[in-house]
Protein backbone atom coordinates (compact mmCIF):
# COMPACT_ATOMS: atom_id res chain seq x y z
CA UNK A 1 0.00 0.00 0.00
CA UNK A 2 2.63 2.40 0.60
CA UNK A 3 4.64 1.96 -2.50
CA UNK A 4 1.25 2.23 -4.34
CA UNK A 5 1.25 5.75 -2.80
CA UNK A 6 4.55 6.88 -4.76
CA UNK A 7 3.74 4.88 -7.56
CA UNK A 8 0.56 6.80 -8.12
CA UNK A 9 2.44 10.10 -6.93
CA UNK A 10 5.14 9.41 -9.34
CA UNK A 11 2.59 8.33 -12.40
CA UNK A 12 0.39 11.36 -11.55
CA UNK A 13 3.47 13.92 -12.45
CA UNK A 14 4.13 11.90 -15.44
CA UNK A 15 0.90 12.64 -16.73
CA UNK A 16 0.48 16.12 -16.27
CA UNK A 17 4.02 16.51 -17.44
CA UNK A 18 3.29 14.79 -20.32
CA UNK A 19 0.09 16.98 -20.92
CA UNK A 20 1.96 20.44 -19.77
CA UNK A 21 4.70 19.15 -22.60
CA UNK A 22 2.33 19.30 -25.38
CA UNK A 23 0.16 22.18 -24.32
CA UNK A 24 4.30 23.93 -24.50
CA UNK A 25 4.31 22.71 -28.22
CA UNK A 26 0.92 24.29 -28.69
CA UNK A 27 1.76 27.19 -27.30
CA UNK A 28 4.77 27.43 -29.09
CA UNK A 29 3.45 26.97 -32.51
CA UNK A 30 0.74 29.37 -31.95
CA UNK A 31 1.68 32.19 -30.07
CA UNK A 32 1.68 35.43 -31.27
CA UNK A 33 1.56 39.07 -30.82
CA UNK A 34 4.03 41.77 -30.04
CA UNK A 35 5.69 38.86 -27.43
CA UNK A 36 6.24 36.43 -30.01
CA UNK A 37 9.31 35.72 -30.38
CA UNK A 38 10.37 36.15 -26.25
CA UNK A 39 7.40 33.37 -25.96
CA UNK A 40 8.40 31.21 -28.62
CA UNK A 41 11.83 30.56 -27.25
CA UNK A 42 10.75 30.16 -23.74
CA UNK A 43 7.60 27.45 -24.41
CA UNK A 44 10.40 25.69 -26.17
CA UNK A 45 12.69 25.82 -23.56
CA UNK A 46 9.80 24.66 -21.26
CA UNK A 47 9.03 21.88 -23.00
CA UNK A 48 12.59 20.68 -23.95
CA UNK A 49 12.86 20.58 -19.81
CA UNK A 50 9.45 18.79 -19.61
CA UNK A 51 10.60 15.87 -21.93
CA UNK A 52 13.75 15.41 -19.53
CA UNK A 53 11.49 15.86 -16.57
CA UNK A 54 9.06 12.54 -17.95
CA UNK A 55 12.14 10.53 -18.18
CA UNK A 56 13.71 11.48 -14.83
CA UNK A 57 10.12 10.66 -13.05
CA UNK A 58 9.77 6.82 -15.24
CA UNK A 59 13.01 6.10 -14.48
CA UNK A 60 12.99 6.85 -10.83
CA UNK A 61 9.38 4.70 -10.86
CA UNK A 62 11.14 2.22 -12.49
CA UNK A 63 13.90 2.32 -9.97
CA UNK A 64 11.59 1.66 -7.27
CA UNK A 65 9.97 -1.22 -9.02
CA UNK A 66 7.19 0.12 -10.31
CA UNK A 67 5.59 0.71 -13.59
CA UNK A 68 5.26 4.04 -15.41
CA UNK A 69 2.29 5.00 -17.56
CA UNK A 70 2.99 5.03 -20.74
CA UNK A 71 -0.25 5.84 -23.14
CA UNK A 72 -2.12 9.11 -24.17
CA UNK A 73 -5.24 7.19 -22.73
CA UNK A 74 -3.46 6.64 -19.33
CA UNK A 75 -2.11 10.35 -19.13
CA UNK A 76 -5.62 11.30 -19.61
CA UNK A 77 -7.02 9.17 -17.07
CA UNK A 78 -4.22 10.59 -14.55
CA UNK A 79 -3.74 14.48 -15.12
CA UNK A 80 -4.89 16.58 -13.12
CA UNK A 81 -4.29 20.01 -16.00
CA UNK A 82 -6.07 20.55 -19.32
CA UNK A 83 -5.13 20.48 -22.60
CA UNK A 84 -3.82 23.86 -24.25
CA UNK A 85 -6.17 26.01 -26.30
CA UNK A 86 -4.45 27.44 -29.15
CA UNK A 87 -7.20 30.27 -29.84
CA UNK A 88 -5.75 31.96 -26.56
CA UNK A 89 -4.01 35.26 -26.61
CA UNK A 90 0.27 35.17 -25.44
CA UNK A 91 -1.16 36.71 -22.17
CA UNK A 92 -3.76 33.93 -21.52
CA UNK A 93 -1.22 31.29 -22.35
CA UNK A 94 1.43 32.56 -20.25
CA UNK A 95 -1.21 32.65 -17.06
CA UNK A 96 -2.54 29.24 -18.07
CA UNK A 97 0.89 27.66 -17.52
CA UNK A 98 0.98 29.34 -14.13
CA UNK A 99 -1.98 27.64 -12.96
CA UNK A 100 -0.41 23.90 -13.83
CA UNK A 101 2.57 25.13 -12.48
CA UNK A 102 1.02 26.27 -9.22
CA UNK A 103 -0.82 22.61 -9.47
CA UNK A 104 2.07 20.68 -10.15
CA UNK A 105 4.16 22.45 -7.53
CA UNK A 106 0.99 21.70 -5.21
CA UNK A 107 0.87 17.86 -6.24
CA UNK A 108 4.80 17.91 -5.74
CA UNK A 109 4.58 19.26 -2.10
CA UNK A 110 1.97 16.20 -1.35
CA UNK A 111 4.00 13.74 -2.65
CA UNK A 112 6.88 15.17 -0.67
CA UNK A 113 5.03 14.38 2.79
CA UNK A 114 3.84 11.04 1.35
CA UNK A 115 7.67 10.30 0.70
CA UNK A 116 9.04 11.65 3.72
CA UNK A 117 6.10 9.98 6.12
CA UNK A 118 6.94 6.69 3.69
CA UNK A 119 10.81 6.74 4.27
CA UNK A 120 11.69 7.38 0.44
CA UNK A 121 14.08 9.95 0.18
CA UNK A 122 15.39 9.54 -3.35
CA UNK A 123 11.95 10.22 -4.70
CA UNK A 124 11.18 12.52 -1.80
CA UNK A 125 14.44 14.29 -3.08
CA UNK A 126 13.07 14.57 -6.43
CA UNK A 127 10.13 15.70 -5.79
CA UNK A 128 12.08 19.08 -4.02
CA UNK A 129 14.32 19.60 -6.79
CA UNK A 130 11.14 19.62 -9.55
CA UNK A 131 9.26 22.41 -6.78
CA UNK A 132 12.18 24.34 -6.72
CA UNK A 133 12.58 24.54 -10.48
CA UNK A 134 8.36 25.10 -10.84
CA UNK A 135 8.35 27.79 -8.10
CA UNK A 136 10.74 29.64 -10.08
CA UNK A 137 9.51 28.95 -13.77
CA UNK A 138 6.52 31.10 -12.12
CA UNK A 139 7.87 33.52 -10.69
CA UNK A 140 9.41 34.51 -14.08
CA UNK A 141 6.22 33.88 -15.86
CA UNK A 142 3.90 35.90 -12.80
CA UNK A 143 6.38 38.80 -13.44
CA UNK A 144 6.40 38.33 -17.87
CA UNK A 145 2.63 38.53 -17.16
CA UNK A 146 2.79 41.72 -14.97
CA UNK A 147 4.68 43.46 -17.41
CA UNK A 148 3.15 42.46 -20.42
CA UNK A 149 -0.61 43.29 -18.58
CA UNK A 150 0.90 46.71 -17.87
CA UNK A 151 1.82 47.87 -21.29
CA UNK A 152 -1.08 46.35 -22.38
Not at 49 to 74: C, H, M, N, S, Y
Request: aromatic share 10%.
Amino acid sequence: MAQEKIQLALNTQIANWHTLYVKLHNYHWYVKGPHFFTLHEKFEELYNEAAATIDELAERLLTIQGFPVATIKEYMQLTTLKEGDKTMCAHDMVRDLISDYDQIASELQDGITICDSLDDPGTEDLFISLKGTIEKHTWMLRAFVKDTHASQ
